[in-house]
């Protein structure tokens, strides 16, 4: 994990989006001052406010840390076995009526 990385990531989303560091730090219920000493001091922030900036910037956390997202067909094959398992669950219901 790069902490240098993960801060541009985070300003780049900030400038792509227009949105300035008092929005991000309004929507992670973080004081302004703190979210821009994690930024300059090039900290961390506690994981809560990570998933916090990851929602409100519309990534994911992993995107964030690394760089990159799951990729969408797997993310897809998950959602698909989902839906076939509640639709297995469902016909074993009418079939026990």
């Known amino acids: ?10 300003k780049g989303l ?9 929005d991000a730090a309004k929507a992670c219920n973080v004081p302004v001052n ?14 809560n406010y990570v998933a916090s900036l990851a929602r409100f910037l519309g ?4 995107y964030l ?3 990159k997202e799951r990729e969408k067909s797997s993310i897809l094959k998950n959602i698909y076995t989902q839906l076939e ?4 669950d469902i016909d074993e219901l009418k079939k026990n009526r």
């Open 1 to 10: 994990m790069n902490i240098t990385k993960f801060w541009n990531r985070v």
């Open 14 to 22: 900030l400038k792509e989006k227009g949105i300035t560091q008092g």
């Open 34 to 47: 703190t979210l821009r000493h994690w930024m300059t001091k090039e900290y961390y922030p506690p994981l």
């Open 59 to 62: 990534v994911s956390i992993e």
């Open 65 to 67: 840390v690394y760089g």
């Open 85 to 88: 398992n509640l639709k297995n």
